[in-house]
């Protein structure tokens, strides 16, 4: 379980105030090395499929609204040991918790508003990478 990637999304809150070079020098100061980047805008049903784990969960028709609001950075990050390095790079979910230097201590407002998504397992990276990515968009 210590996989060479990991996916990320720089969301929209933070794609909409300006975030996204500041979070991609975090990133790359952070030794990750970008291997796939996009932006996209999430149709509802994109949405809800990328989450249906959450499903049933109080905060998932927020999450999903929020998610499609508007554009996202989506990206593939390398790193040895990525998954476990990156989330220790953007800190705890509630940006209340994140430890200062973080990614998202550094530009989340709130839970929703979290500023960065990263993989929780190397299996969900592959999934999420797979998910927004087709193999002649991605670097190894
Ligand atoms: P992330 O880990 O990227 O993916 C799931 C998201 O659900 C999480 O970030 C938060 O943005 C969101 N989330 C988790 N818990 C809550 C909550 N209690 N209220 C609102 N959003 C939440």
């Known amino acids: 379980m210590n996989g060479k990637y ?20 975090m990133m790359n100061e952070g030794g990750f ?3 796939a980047i996009k932006m996209v805008q999430m149709t509802l049903l994109q949405a809800e499929t990328f989450y249906e784990v959450h499903k049933g ?3 998932y028709d927020e999450l999903v609204e929020f998610m499609t609001s508007g554009p996202v950075v989506v990206l593939i990050l390398k790193h040895e040991n990525a998954v476990e390095e990156f989330r220790r790079l953007i800190g705890a979910t509630d940006p209340n918790k994140a430890e200062p ?4 201590k550094t530009f989340a407002v ?3 508003m979290n ?5 929780d397992s190397d299996e969900n990276a ?15």
Do not use: M, Q, Y
Request: hydrophobic residues 35%; positive net charge.
């Open 6 to 25: 990991t996916f990320s999304i720089i969301k929209p809150n933070a794609v909409r105030t300006g975030k996204t070079g500041p979070i991609l020098s």
């Open 33 to 35: 090395e970008i291997t």
């Open 57 to 59: 969960k109080p905060f």
């Open 101 to 104: 230097g973080t990614i998202r």
């Open 110 to 112: 709130s839970v929703k």
């Open 115 to 119: 500023a960065v998504h990263g993989s």
């Open 126 to 140: 592959v999934r999420e990478s797979n998910f927004f990515f087709s193999d002649i968009e991605r670097f190894r």
